[in-house]
């Protein structure tokens, strides 16, 4: 059975960078680019990932859709090379710091306007701010059911079993579509490396560009962004530590020292 | 001609970034360099790494030295065990799809490039290195069928190697017009191999390769008899792009390591980056990785454009394999005391650096070939 499946990703700075290099504009709230890379968020490569391993099963076709400043690009022939089948780009051209309803409402404008689908699926969170509600946002937006934290997809009767990860262990859940998934990291979901000759292929390949405007959404509005949720302070935390030696003459002794200062640390804090 | 890096250009290097990350860094720090890293080689063919500026016609990437020295220069950030078993590789290749006839191509290229087939190129022997039109190994045709015997020293993918190319005479006294090329396959009567020579540092996987009436189809015979050297030299020609691709990525990664120990490492009270002494060392190191890769790429691109570009390809092996040089053994003063221990990296980076000054023509060499060029266009 054919899969009609849109990916939505993310790209980010990259997280791997050292944490000496990393740096934070207070004023703005936001991470300094320095010399980071743009990378495509992990989760959403995952997600990527786990759709095209449903596709090579099933058959069907593979939207990614990203919205983005003009940077994004990279991101989506990034998918592409990773050969999903489409990409679109909705270009975000001033919105500085998107809520993740914003982003929910665009992409749930730009996934009407495609018009059918099966399943959408998402990262479970962003590498950088790791707030972690569009997945949820956005199957509201669509009026859809949505399951969370799926690190796998399969065919099942009538619609698609999931197994996703919880805090105890794991749950299967047989879903019927369409709805929305977030997916999480697993051994059977990391992101392939594309092959050299379909990174040079996704530069021959088209990408579709929207506006907000194209998308019929009010672009003022969206540009206003949602104010429920907002970036108070940012900043790096600094680690203090303190080495304290204790004492006593035998080892009982210092053992009974150390766990009186457990105690009185802990307790303290 | 572009000093940046094109879009294509630059997913193509994070491609290679993300295997060096994800596949070949963990695999080498859990294997060491002792065995052929065969599944790292295989995976290279899997991502169409393995045969980048070959012909698409043949499986190759179809792409330009430029590309095909970005990968390698990546590649190198983990030192060159990877990216000169790659630049190895593509010596046979490079041989077989500019001299070689149709059949060959269609027998080994695209096999070559989907590393299903490691290829070797075996030239140097023990009393003929640098003097490579001395070679005594001898091809005699009987019937329809060479016999070659011989002994080949510091080969590459010795005894690893599925294909071979190899230089030997077939007419005695004619010097270099003497020497034909030949494809000799793993596995052939009278081709044995000694026991695996140790350079330091351990980049690369040589052995002594030993014909002893080794019998091989006269088909096997590359280009036409008595084109062998020119065809070893032309293969040299654009190797030497490839050495200095793999050496400046292992002197980026020197210097990085370096560069990042300087705000680690405190010595009276500051950050050893604060001495000027050590500012200075590493300006001059990041100053000779910049003009040796300049020099690289300008040779690849007149490669790319058909253009004459022997000169500036020696020039770019001696730069750049000497900057590799000079930039890791800074690197390990800058370590200090740490830099000599085998548990951090800068030193391993040192010792292969120097292998590159010698293989593929020793930076004498280099020099030989460079004023060469310079006298022949002034006599011209
Ligand atoms: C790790 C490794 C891998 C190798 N892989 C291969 C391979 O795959 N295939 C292959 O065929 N070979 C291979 N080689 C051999 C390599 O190409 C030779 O070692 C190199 O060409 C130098 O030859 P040589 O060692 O005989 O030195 P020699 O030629 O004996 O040189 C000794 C010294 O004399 C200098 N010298 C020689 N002639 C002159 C001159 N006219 N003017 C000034 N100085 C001169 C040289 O620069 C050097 O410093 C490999 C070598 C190593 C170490």
């Known amino acids: ?269 | 001609m572009d000093y940046t890096l094109s879009e294509e250009q630059e997913q193509l290097r994070r491609l290679v970034e993300e295997f060096v990350g994800r596949d070949a860094k963990p695999y080498l720090d859990k294997h060491g360099r002792e065995d052929f890293p065969w599944p790292l080689f295989r995976k290279l063919g899997e991502l169409g790494l393995a045969a980048i500026p070959f012909p698409l016609a043949y499986g190759g990437g179809g792409l330009d030295y430029r590309c095909y020295a970005l990968v390698l220069e990546e590649l190198s950030r983990l030192g060159t065990a990877l990216g000169s078993a790659l630049a190895v590789h593509g010596l046979p290749q490079l041989i077989l799809a500019k001299f070689g006839n149709e059949e060959q191509k269609q027998k080994y290229l695209p096999a070559m490039a989907r590393a299903e087939l490691l290829g070797a190129f075996a030239l140097t022997e023990p009393h003929a290195g640098s003097d490579a039109q001395a070679i005594k190994t001898r091809a005699e045709l009987r019937g329809d069928s060479y016999v070659l015997n011989g002994q080949k020293i510091w080969i590459t993918h010795g005894g690893e190697a599925d294909v071979y190319l190899v230089m030997a005479v077939t007419e005695k006294g004619l010097g270099a017009k003497g020497i034909s090329a030949f494809i000799v396959e793993k596995g052939a009567p009278g081709l044995s191999f000694g026991k695996r020579e140790r350079p330091m540092g351990l980049p690369h996987h040589t052995r002594e390769v030993f014909f002893d009436d080794c019998v091989i189809p006269q088909a096997n015979l590359v280009g036409n008899a008595g084109d062998g050297f020119k065809v070893a030299m032309t293969a040299l020609d654009s190797g030497r792009i490839t050495i200095a691709a793999t050496s400046i990525g292992l002197a980026q990664q020197a210097l990085d390591y370096a560069l990042s120990y300087t705000l680690e490492r405190t010595a009276f009270g500051k950050h050893i980056a604060e001495f000027q002494g050590i500012q200075f060392m590493l300006a001059d190191m990041a100053a000779a990785v910049e003009a040796a890769r300049c020099v690289m790429r300008k040779a690849a691109y007149l490669r790319d454009s058909g253009l004459p570009f022997n000169l500036e390809a020696s020039m770019a092996k001696l730069l750049a394999t000497d900057a590799a040089m000079k930039v890791t053994t800074d690197a390990v003063q800058i370590y200090g005391g740490y830099g000599t221990s085998e548990d951090y990296p800068v030193q391993e980076l040192m010792r292969e650096a120097k292998i590159s000054q010698i293989v593929e023509g020793t930076n004498q060499i280099q020099r030989m070939v460079i004023a060469r060029e310079l006298l022949k266009k002034l006599r011209q």
Not at chain 1, 194 to 200: F, L, N, Q
Not at chain 1, 202 to 213: I, V, Y
Not at chain 1, 226 to 238: G, K, Q, R, T
Request: charged share 25%.
């Open chain 1, 1 to 269: 059975m054919p899969v009609n499946i849109i990916v939505c990703v993310k790209q980010i700075l990259d997280p791997e960078i050292p944490s000496r290099d990393f740096r934070v504009d207070a004023e703005q709230r936001e991470a300094v680019r320095g010399a980071a890379n743009l990378v495509t968020n992990i989760f959403c490569e995952n997600a990527l990932e786990t759709a095209l391993q449903l596709k090579e099963k099933s058959g069907g076709k593979i939207t990614v859709i990203s919205y983005g400043a003009d940077s994004t690009e990279d991101a989506l022939r990034k998918a592409l090379a990773m050969k999903a089948d489409a990409a679109i780009h909705i270009l975000n051209d001033g919105q500085a710091h998107p809520d993740p309803l914003s982003v929910a409402q665009v992409l749930a404008a730009a996934i009407r306007k495609l018009g059918e689908f099966d399943v959408v699926m998402l990262g479970r969170e962003s590498g950088d701010w790791g707030v972690g509600q569009t997945a949820g946002l956005l199957a509201e937006e669509l009026g859809v059911a949505a399951v969370a934290f799926v690190d796998k997809v399969e065919i099942g009767a009538d619609g698609l079993q999931l197994k996703r990860q919880t805090d105890v262990g794991y749950e299967r859940v047989a879903a019927t579509m369409p709805l929305v998934i977030s997916i999480t990291n697993d051994e059977h979901n990391v992101p392939r490396i594309p092959k050299t000759r379909d990174v040079m292929m996704s530069f021959r390949q088209p990408l579709t560009k929207w506006t907000l405007e194209d998308l019929g959404v009010n672009a003022a509005e969206v540009r206003a962004g949602n104010h429920y949720y907002a970036v108070v302070d940012l900043f790096i935390p600094v680690q203090e530590l303190n080495c304290e030696f204790v004492d006593g003459d035998t080892l009982e002794a210092r053992v009974e020292k150390f766990a009186q200062r457990i105690i009185e640390v802990t307790g303290s804090m």
